[in-house]
């Protein structure tokens, strides 16, 4: 985390090798330019849907990262680490598979939102044109495995509803497997109604699996007149993703004007649509929490979730076992003062 000093690197991230079978997207109107800028059941829109490549597009370099993310498809590896020192990072809006291949993105930069929104939905179950920042902006029907994240800082201030992460903002559908996330800083300055922050990712639903983060969180709330729904979790921050044998290290600073939901592992669990949640069946398995979150409910009509694994949980609907914590929930009481770590100085890798 970001209260100690750190080291650079010594020496690259050993390789895993994994196996290269190309997934195909699932997309609609995989043949024809969609417009648009929304997510809406099983169609990416605003994005052109090209066909998944049968091979994947290897990557050595900064600069073919970022000539892929100019792709809205496909099936791509990393090959080696690749530090984007010095680069601005814009949020990915991606539906396909991407293969860390045990490798490491360093030093990642964002400051920026997503082009494209998803729909998200607050306890109440209303609706929201949601953006996303992080390494991905929008992951859509996506499988992201073996890749690694250190010393990522995303920094993002908005009025619009929107969700930070450092692998994804928003997540529909998509599976994150077998990462490590270490040294990494989110931000989210925000007056809007809903947003939040997330250690893996934002906002949705998918799978979770063999994941290693330690990250510091950020939530800043700038519009004291509106009750937002604010949502910070040390996996995701809100939907229904599941969990399973995930190692969280949290330092998370929340000051909110409106309804805060807090967890070590997820913000609000709340299975979305309404009739899926009449059936579905989740699981949050093996996983392990340690720190703490820090934060301020500033409201009378106070909620003031936060608890080690869920802050709020609206869907009873999932299996649950083998969870242990070292967490504490930290509230403070004077409002005036907006609740920032105590920076040292940056990794660098």
């Known amino acids: 985390m970001f209260n100690k000093s750190y080291i650079k690197k010594a020496a690259a991230i050993a390789a895993v090798i994994l196996a290269a079978t190309a997934l195909p997207v699932n997309m609609a109107n995989a043949d024809t330019q969609t417009t648009g800028s929304t997510v809406t059941g099983s169609t990416l829109t605003g994005i052109t849907a090209n066909q998944a490549a049968s091979e994947y597009t290897e990557i050595r370099t900064a600069s073919e990262l970022v000539e892929a993310a100019k792709t809205a498809?496909?099936?791509?590896?990393?090959?080696?680490?690749?530090?984007?020192?010095?680069?601005?990072?814009?949020?990915?809006?991606?539906?396909?598979?991407?293969?860390?291949?045990?490798?490491?993105?360093?030093?990642?930069?964002?400051?920026?939102?997503?082009?494209?929104?998803?729909?998200?939905?607050?306890?109440n179950r209303k609706e929201y044109e949601t953006y996303g920042s992080g390494f991905?902006?929008?992951?859509?029907?996506?499988?992201?495995?073996?890749?690694?994240?250190?010393?990522?800082?995303v920094e993002v201030t908005s009025t619009e509803p929107c969700f930070a992460a450092p692998v994804a903002g928003l997540a529909d559908n998509s599976d994150i497997s077998d990462c490590i996330i270490k040294d990494t800083y989110v931000s989210l300055t925000d007056s809007a109604k809903m947003w939040g922050t997330g250690g893996i990712a934002g906002f949705g639903s998918g799978n979770l699996d063999n994941i290693t983060t330690d990250v510091t969180l950020v939530c800043v709330d700038t519009d004291a007149a509106v009750r937002d729904e604010q949502?910070?979790?040390?996996?995701?921050?809100?939907?229904?993703?599941?969990?399973?044998?995930?190692?969280?290290?949290?330092?998370?600073?929340?000051?909110?004007?409106?309804?805060?939901?807090?967890?070590?592992?997820?913000?609000m669990y709340m299975v979305y649509p309404l009739e899926l949640s009449k059936t579905y069946q989740g699981e949050v398995l093996n996983n392990k929490v340690k720190g703490m979150i820090t934060f301020f409910e500033d409201n009378?009509?106070?909620?003031?979730?936060?608890?080690?694994?869920?802050?709020?949980?609206?869907?009873?609907?999932?299996?649950?076992?083998?969870?242990?914590?070292?967490?504490?929930?930290?509230?403070?009481?004077d409002y005036s003062v907006t609740l920032l770590p105590e920076m040292c100085s940056n990794p660098s890798y």
């Open 73 to 123: 498809t496909g099936n791509y590896k990393l090959m080696t680490d690749v530090d984007m020192t010095g680069i601005e990072w814009t949020p990915w809006d991606f539906s396909g598979t991407f293969d860390g291949n045990g490798h490491s993105i360093l030093n990642l930069s964002v400051k920026t939102v997503s082009k494209h929104t998803m729909m998200t939905y607050d306890g």
């Open 136 to 153: 991905f902006g929008v992951l859509k029907d996506s499988k992201v495995t073996g890749l690694n994240i250190y010393g990522a800082r």
């Open 231 to 267: 949502f910070m979790g040390g996996a995701y921050a809100a939907g229904f993703l599941n969990i399973r044998n995930c190692s969280i290290t949290i330092d998370g600073y929340d000051s909110d004007h409106g309804y805060v939901h807090d967890g070590g592992l997820v913000g």
């Open 300 to 333: 009378t009509d106070r909620r003031a979730y936060c608890q080690a694994n869920m802050g709020e949980v609206m869907n009873w609907t999932y299996a649950y076992s083998g969870f242990t914590s070292d967490f504490k929930r930290n509230e403070t009481y």
